[in-house]
């Protein structure tokens, strides 16, 4: 599977963006997908993850209650709108799949995906 990102760009601290995963390929709704972001001279860290199949979802302890992560399995895309971005929001940000179902736990392990995206820059500045 390929897996393009998009919705990346320059904002303003406290407003919003809604980034996109979208999948191409063999079926996609029984994967697992994430996001996560590297932000410059920093490891790259998990953001969030869906289960396609059922809708279970996680997010990363720092940026939960500004993020909600969602999919649309018809179309073979997955979202990420995050609320009240903040600077430290900066960051190339990752979406990457598994055919497997992940356990809950798991979702924040980046080994554990089989397929990655090229990233979309997001930018937090005034």
């Known amino acids: 599977v390929q897996l393009q990102a998009s919705g990346g760009g320059l904002v303003q601290p406290g407003n919003s963006l809604k980034l996109a995963c979208e999948a191409s390929?063999?079926?996609?709704?029984?994967?697992?997908v994430a996001w996560f972001r590297q932000a410059p001279g920093k490891e790259r860290e998990f953001v969030s993850g869906?289960?396609?199949?059922?809708?279970?979802?996680h997010y990363a302890d720092s940026m939960r209650g500004r993020l909600t992560i969602s999919r649309d399995n018809a179309k073979k895309t997955v979202y990420l709108q995050m609320n009240n971005l903040k600077p430290e929001d900066t960051a190339v940000y990752y979406c990457?799949?598994?055919?497997?179902?992940?356990?809950?736990?798991?979702?924040?392990?980046?080994?554990?995906?089989?397929?990655w995206g090229q990233g979309t820059l997001v930018t937090v500045s005034s």
């Open positions: 990457a799949a598994t055919p497997r179902r992940l356990i809950l736990s798991t979702l924040r392990y980046g080994h554990e995906y089989d397929y």
């Open positions: 869906i289960r396609l199949s059922g809708g279970s979802t």
């Open positions: 390929g063999r079926a996609f709704s029984g994967d697992t």
